[in-house]
């Protein structure tokens, strides 16, 4: 099953154009899309979980038209929000049953079984008696995967997952991911590009409502072999570098700043390095695209 | 499955929530008092079982406004939690669809609100049956009583409340803004529904609550019998009510369906939105910067910061400022500052009008419309207390609400900015709220063309008295809130505390120092201006000024900073941050409380006497016990008394000297005499001329008995001395004016004492006298009481000095002898009136001082002839008009009423009893006027009224003074049943015959519509028939209608020629009292056989009529003239005292009439105009009229009583 979007554009009412012509194609398998804060990666995914309209466009899951039969994407859809709250007074077992039979597991039996399940997945069946008013935010976020996992979905969003969990909280979590990622459409938001490079086969980065590329991770950093170079300098001298290299980000390293500079040639002072995928992020963003087969704007233009 | 699954959820989540059992307890309490409080069933004046179906609707009624008020974060949270915790993306995105989740939701608040009802029923039952409940006030338990109810009243309310709320909730994804929704549905009940425009019908209709349809309705329309036995049931304007805002539940409901969403919440309204854009569209949004580029460096150098008292008063400003903002742009502001004052307007036109007469809308008139007292839970104002209850929760929660709060916890300066920057943003608001009610109450004098408008006054009330009564109960509102520190629970408690404010006596809780923000009211009059109301006012407001401090403090101390709500950590905190700043303004407010409350408790309590509703009653209770068996002991009678009064308006003080001449006139010796004293002044010891000593001087119960050494024989007579001195001490608990002040005194001979034993002072009420043990008498003696009939005393002659201070005129019973001024010693130049009445007058006299002007005039009788032999004996009058000298519209038409009145009185019925009449404006913005021997009198909202001028519009005031000069050719009658028809209905027969007498028939026909309206007296079926009438409807219209309708079938001579001969009759001194039985017995003679059956229906039974016409037609003869057909249906029928219809069979005379012009009236008279002979049933009646008619009807001038009377009449239908 894949999930195709093509032409997606939306503008908020204040003005703020959110996504612009957005077209991909999602294969099953994880997906990631990587993007600064406000590149439109919240507006796409709710968009994909229902909860809004966009202004132009079409999404197609499988058989399933996403923007004109919510009900269809919803039985088999699985949402984890960047933000959500629970009901403070609520115990987490309790509301997750609610949960499952609100996704249509009605069986009693049934819904024991996905819920204890769940519950254990997460981590969480110590707690379940526990009211979730009480709990952490990873323990929280470990209940929405719970909620986003009900049902076995064909289509998983989760936005920003990874956001406020601690290092342990987040390797759980991503495993978990994985794992439900051998059988659905998984679309993994995110500004962290670990998890992408852990997680994903394919990837796009979306700046600014754009989609500047779609790669598979591993590919586009070996495109990018031999165009990243890196260079350690006092904070001050960063102005005089900016003036006469395309530096694509900088990073503090024991109190001294780290360069990294995107150039064909080799430029003078600085040593080359081997590309990551944050390399190719930020490549991305400073405008560095690669030579492409076929990126999302050529097709937009075709 | 899913909703039912949603449901359960539902319903299982909010049944473990403290707070809702909470609402439970509340609403078993409240009822519970209420069942048990005797107060309201006073007010409504009857008595009833607690449990009878009338008790348990009202008490249902209640328990449904309180449950509105309390427990709308039901639905608020049913329809917004997902919203307002941020679950709402997992759920909206579960395959469920939008009718089993709003459904499931929806479903589970109306039911959990149905179940919350049932504690109404609950403390209702429990105050009925729990033990303490006299067994007497226990009728039998009928369960049709609380099922009615609750299926009638409760059901539906809960289901236009959950509808209303859910809405609300469910649109601005907010529990909060259900309360909103109760706050709509209060002021449609409290506030819309009560135009007098609206009448009866239909603000009973427009009510959401049913409160209107108990308390109005209910109350005044059904009998006593009915309350007890009648159950409620769904008809009627009751139903219509019910399915009418049920229908409208049903319209929200399916606009919350159709309006719903599955979708983000954005935040923010269309206008907020439309907002942003505006702001923005022209700012280009900056593009966001790479990653790369190097921000601009921190700069390290320190910004000037304020701290201390700048930095608290810069915060507490920014943060009013904010509030502010924020309350006025929200749905609830724009109530409050839009739709109020605009309302407001409406309702100011509607009250300066009474039944389509204006009123000139005085300054004073609109600030009394605009205000009202926080104690008065029926007043249209209530709902301002409610909407600062619901901001007070917003501004508490707003930076919590929109998730910031840990970021302004977390920010310097002490717990005191935030709390008075949302006091004075609270406080904004309120002022502008003032300020557009000003605004509208000058639009409103604006449109009715009155253009004096006063600002001073507007400023005084509202801003000076007003708003410190609506801010001093913000300040508790707001404390409450940050002291609870729940949103739904603070709710709650500022709920309950407004409750307990407007109904402490229900609590028990009588004294004003008790009741938070309470105290005397203030009055406004022209006359008196603010009198001396407002020092005591502001002794209690600064008192709870000092309060609102400590409460502000406790705010301040209690307020959690972050997440920790462990109640015993708070109280640490608020331990420590009891220092400095705080602590001593914890002291100063502390010792104001002590100094301010104890100086009100020197003045209220040690300087006056406070006595509570309770111990006044069990006060006239122990003067019945003690005292009650002298009621029949003879005692002498007063004869003519003379007075010395010397009024000192400056020290509010007066001084009577008098004496008394009391002589025996039954046939035993009197060896004592029994004298109550007034209670509130100093009556010095009494002298006799004659020997005689005190043997009891009860100061408590005022009660003394003098004992005569020698008896007072039959036919002998004594003198009888006094001095009585009232002035003020302080002042009172309840702030009441004392007799005299600065400008506009007026008091009655109830400061002097009085002889023998006053059973007026006895306990009256059923309840009441049970409570106190004492034995049931009548309110009033039977008709057939002959002992009632004799004649107690004979009148007093009456000759008084009067003195005040040299700019005031003093008033009192009697012709002006004389008048003089006369400088004494340490009071200046004082004014003298000697005043002296030469026959005797009644009971009750009255005094007045004030700044008057005299309008004086004589009338002198006629000298032709037939005036020459009916008022022989006749004297000249002097008539004298006191007014304000500012009021003088009215007296031009006051005195031509006067005029005409002693013209065509005293031909018809017999000379004026006096040489004098007084009239005289008293303070007080009432509209009515009032009739003694000799004496009439008035408010000044009677000056008021201003007809408009022209043919077609009824002159009211002219009406008014003919009915009050009726009292003037009183006839002698007893207290006994049917008394007020004695005097009120002959007082409006007289007025009738007046009006038409003055200004002809068509001024008539207006004053008989305008007494047909059911405002201020809806038409009742009360079982009484008129012989034994005391109800209001009944004295003051089905009388004179009959007397009118009678004067129609037999003549006005023959009517007028009865009451003359029994004012000749009882006039003597020595004849009995008279009757309605005396007055049948006149009407009887002069009733021609054919037509008594009239004054049975009329007189002795409760008989209605329902005439109509089906059907009219015309047909033009070949002779020209026209041949009128009308199909009439008739029937009629008896009430019996249990408000019981009977059918009875009708064979007899009404009036059938056909007019030229049925709209303008026929300057000619009627084309045609006979009696026929109706029986019951539908009947054809054809008549011929010479021209071309336009319409006909059946008893077309309303002789007879006919609930429906609009279709009497019809137009006709002129046939080919």
């Not at chain 2, 509105?68 to 941020?86: I, K, M, W, Y």
């Not at chain 2, 406070?610 to 009621?631: N, Q, V």
């Not at chain 2, 249906?1129 to 009439?1153: H, L």
Request: charged fraction near 20%; charge should be positive; hydrophobic fraction near 45%.
């Amino acid at each position: 099953m894949t999930l195709e979007i093509s032409g997606l554009s939306k503008t908020y009412s204040n003005g703020v154009q959110a996504l612009k012509n957005v077209t991909l194609s999602i294969p099953g398998g994880m997906y990631g899309l990587l993007g600064p804060n406000g590149a439109g990666k919240s507006t796409l995914m709710r968009i994909l979980a229902t909860l809004q309209e966009p202004d132009e466009g079409r999404i197609q899951l499988g058989e399933i038209d996403v923007l004109h039969q919510k009900d269809k994407v919803r039985e088999t859809l699985g949402y984890l929000p960047q933000e959500f709250g629970v009901y403070p007074k609520a115990r987490a077992g309790e509301l997750l049953d609610h949960f499952a039979v609100l996704k249509g597991i009605t069986t009693r039996s049934a819904r024991k079984t996905v819920v204890e399940t769940l519950l254990r997945q997460t981590n969480l069946w110590d707690v379940r008696r526990q009211k979730l008013g009480g709990f952490s935010g990873g323990m929280k976020q470990r209940f929405g995967v719970a909620v986003a996992l009900l049902g076995n979905p064909k289509l998983m969003i989760v936005d920003e997952p990874t956001a406020g969990l601690d290092p342990a909280e987040r390797v759980r979590f991503l495993n978990l991911l994985s794992e439900l990622g051998e059988q659905s459409v998984v679309i993994l938001s995110t500004h962290i590009v670990a998890d992408v490079s852990e997680l994903c086969t394919r990837m796009a980065i979306i700046h600014q409502g754009r989609i500047l590329q779609e790669a598979e991770p591993l590919k586009a950093v070996e495109a990018l072999r031999g165009r990243i170079w890196r260079r350690v300098v006092e904070k001050s001298a960063l102005a005089g570098l900016e003036r006469d290299h395309s530096i694509i980000s900088t990073k503090l390293l024991g109190g001294r700043t780290v360069v990294h500079v995107y150039s064909e040639d080799a430029p003078a002072g600085f040593e080359p390095v081997p590309p990551d995928l944050e390399d190719v992020y930020f490549s991305a963003m400073a405008g560095h695209l690669p030579p492409k087969t076929g990126g999302p704007e050529k097709e937009a233009r075709l | 499955m899913k909703f039912w699954e949603i449901f359960r959820f539902e319903f299982g989540y909010q049944v473990r929530r403290p707070w809702i059992w909470l609402i439970v307890a509340v609403l078993i309490v409240l009822d519970f008092l209420m069942t048990r409080d005797g107060s309201v069933s006073e007010v409504l004046y009857s008595e009833f079982y607690l449990n009878s179906p009338f008790g348990v609707a009202k008490t249902t009624v209640f328990g449904s406004l309180v449950w509105l008020v309390t427990a709308a974060a039901v639905a608020g949270d049913a329809a917004a939690r997902d919203v307002a915790t941020g679950l709402y993306p997992l759920l909206y995105t579960a395959p469920i669809r939008k009718r089993d989740y709003l459904g499931g939701r929806f479903v589970a608040a109306f039911v959990l609100n149905a179940l919350l009802l049932l504690a109404v029923q609950a403390g209702i039952l429990l105050g009925v049956y729990l033990p303490g409940v006299d067994p007497e006030l226990i009728g039998p338990f009928r369960p049709a009583a609380f099922l009615g109810a609750y299926a009638i009243i409760s059901l539906p309310n809960a289901f236009t409340g959950t509808a209303v709320q859910f809405w609300l909730a469910s649109r601005s994804g907010r529990p909060m803004a259900a309360y909103f929704g109760s706050f709509l549905l209060v002021f449609m009940g409290f506030f819309v529904a009560s135009f007098v425009l609206f009448r009866r019908g239909l603000g009973t209709l427009l009510d959401p609550i049913g409160i209107r349809f108990v308390v109005e309705d209910m109350a005044h329309l059904w009998t006593p019998i009915e309350k007890n036995r009648r159950v409620m049931q769904l008809e009627g304007i009751l139903l219509t009510n019910r399915v009418l805002w049920l229908g409208i539940a049903l319209v929200v409901v399916g606009l919350t369906y159709l309006s719903f969403r599955f979708a983000h919440r954005t935040g923010g309204s269309w206008w907020s939105r439309f907002r942003v854009r505006s702001q923005k569209a022209s700012s280009p949004i900056p593009p966001a910067g790479s990653g790369a580029t190097a921000p601009p460096a921190l700069s390290a150098r320190p910004v000037s910061r304020a701290s201390g008292f700048s930095l608290h008063a810069r915060q507490t400003l920014a943060i009013a400022r904010k509030s502010f903002r924020a309350i006025a742009t929200s749905w609830a502001g724009l109530a409050m500052l839009a739709l109020i004052p605009l309302l407001t307007v409406v309702m100011i036109l509607d009250q300066t009008e009474s039944n389509g007469v204006p009123l000139v809308p005085t300054t004073a008139r609109v600030v009394a419309l605009l205000t009202g007292s926080m104690a008065d839970e029926q007043s249209r104002w209530v709902v301002i207390p409610f909407l600062l209850v619901f901001f007070a929760g917003e501004l508490v929660w707003r930076e919590r609400d929109a998730g910031l709060g840990e970021i302004t916890d977390a920010m310097p300066g002490t717990e005191w900015p935030p709390f008075l920057g949302k006091l004075a943003g609270l406080g904004l608001v309120l002022a502008l709220f003032l300020a557009l009610q000003a605004i509208s109450g000058m639009m409103a004098q604006t449109i009715r063309g009155y253009h004096d408008y006063e600002i001073g006054l507007y400023l005084k009330t509202l801003f000076g008295l007003q708003f410190t009564d609506f801010f001093l109960f913000g300040v508790l509102g707001l404390a409450v809130h940050v002291i609870v520190d729940h949103k739904y629970l603070g709710h709650l408690v500022a709920v309950l505390a407004f409750v307990f404010i407007a109904l402490a006596s229900l609590f028990g809780v009588e004294h004003n120092l008790l009741i938070y923000g309470a105290g005397p009211g203030w009055s406004y009059t022209e006359i008196r201006g603010f009198g001396s109301s407002i020092e005591p006012w502001l002794w209690f407001r600064l008192y709870w000024a000092a309060w609102a401090v400590l409460l502000a403090v406790g705010a301040v101390l209690f307020r959690t900073r972050g997440p920790e709500k462990n109640p015993g950590l708070r109280l640490r905190i608020a331990r420590r941050r009891l220092t400095g700043p705080t602590l001593r303004t914890a002291g100063v407010a502390v010792t104001l409380i002590l100094a301010l409350g104890g100086f009100i408790f020197y003045n209220t309590n040690l300087l006056n006497e406070y006595l509570t509703p309770a111990d006044l009653k069990e006060r006239a209770a122990g003067y019945e016990r003690r005292y009650g068996r002298y009621a029949d002991q003879p005692q002498p009678a007063l004869t003519a008394a003379r007075l010395n009064i010397e009024i000192y308006p400056e020290r509010q003080a007066v001084i009577i000297r008098g004496s008394y001449r009391l002589v025996n006139r039954s046939r035993t010796a009197i060896d004592s005499i029994h004298l109550t004293t007034a209670p509130g002044v100093e009556t010095g010891t009494l002298q006799f001329d004659r020997a005689a000593t005190c043997v009891l001087a009860d100061e408590k119960l005022h009660h003394r008995i003098y004992a005569l050494r020698n008896p007072l024989r039959p036919g002998d007579s004594l003198r009888l001395g006094f001095r009585v001195h009232a002035g003020p001490h302080g002042f009172r608990e309840n702030g009441a004016d004392g007799p005299v002040q600065a400008n506009g005194t007026n008091f009655t001979n109830a400061l002097l004492p009085g002889i023998g034993y006053e059973s007026s002072r006895e306990l009256l009420t059923p309840a009441d006298r049970r409570t106190y043990e004492l034995t049931s008498r009548p309110l009033i003696a039977s008709l057939y009481d002959l002992e009632a009939r004799k004649r107690r005393g004979e009148g007093t002659t009456l000759e008084v000095v009067i003195g005040t201070e040299k700019d005031q005129v003093a008033v009192a019973p009697g012709a002006l002898r004389r008048t003089w001024r006369q400088a004494s010693a340490g009071s200046g130049e004082r004014r003298h009136f000697h005043y002296a009445t030469h026959h005797p007058i009644g009971g009750v006299w009255e005094f007045f001082s004030a700044g008057y002007a005299v309008h004086d005039m004589v009338w002198t009788p006629a000298t032709r002839a037939d005036s020459a032999t009916t008022g022989a004996g006749q004297k000249r009058v002097a008539i004298r008009i006191f007014h304000h000298p500012k009021h003088t519209a009215h007296l031009e038409r006051m005195a031509r009423s006067i005029r005409a009145c002693f013209d065509y009185y005293s031909r018809e019925f017999g000379p004026y009893g006096y040489n004098f009449l007084s009239v005289v404006e008293r303070p007080g913005n009432g509209t009515g006027m009032h009739a003694e021997a000799g004496m009439i009198t008035h408010g000044e909202g009677f000056t008021a009224w201003n007809p408009e001028q022209g043919p077609g519009s009824h002159d009211h005031p002219f009406a008014i003074v003919a009915h009050e000069m009726g009292h003037q050719w009183p006839v002698p009658a007893a207290t006994v049943e049917g008394a007020p028809v004695m005097s009120e209905s002959l007082a409006w027969y007289l007025g009738m015959k007046l009006v038409e007498y003055a200004k002809g028939p068509d001024a008539l026909r207006l004053l008989r519509d305008y007494l047909r309206q059911p405002y201020p007296y809806p038409a009742i079926r009360r079982g009484e028939p008129l012989l034994r009438a005391l109800d209001p409807y009944l004295s003051y219209r089905r009388g004179p209608f009959a007397l009118y309708a009678l004067s129609q079938y037999i003549g006005d001579e023959r009517v007028n020629r009865a009451l003359r001969q029994l004012r000749e009759k009882h006039q003597p001194k020595n004849a009995p009292l008279a009757t309605t039985l005396d007055l049948y017995a006149e009407l009887k003679t002069e009733t021609p056989d054919s037509l008594r059956y009239l004054l049975h229906d009329w007189f002795e039974t409760n008989t209605f009529w329902e005439l109509e016409t089906a059907g009219a037609g015309a047909r033009q003869t070949p002779a020209g003239t026209w041949e009128v057909t009308l199909e009439v249906q008739a029937r009629k029928m008896e009430y019996d005292s249990a408000g019981v219809e009977t059918t009875v069979p009708m064979n007899e005379w009404v009036e059938v009439g056909v007019f030229a012009d049925g709209k303008t009236g026929d300057p000619a008279g009627p084309l045609y105009l006979r009696k026929h002979r109706i029986r019951s049933g539908r009947q054809t009646i054809r008549v011929k009229v010479p021209r071309r008619p336009d319409q006909a009807g059946i008893d077309p001038h309303h002789l007879l009583i006919d609930l429906k009377p609009d279709n009497n009449r019809k137009a006709l239908i002129i046939r080919p």
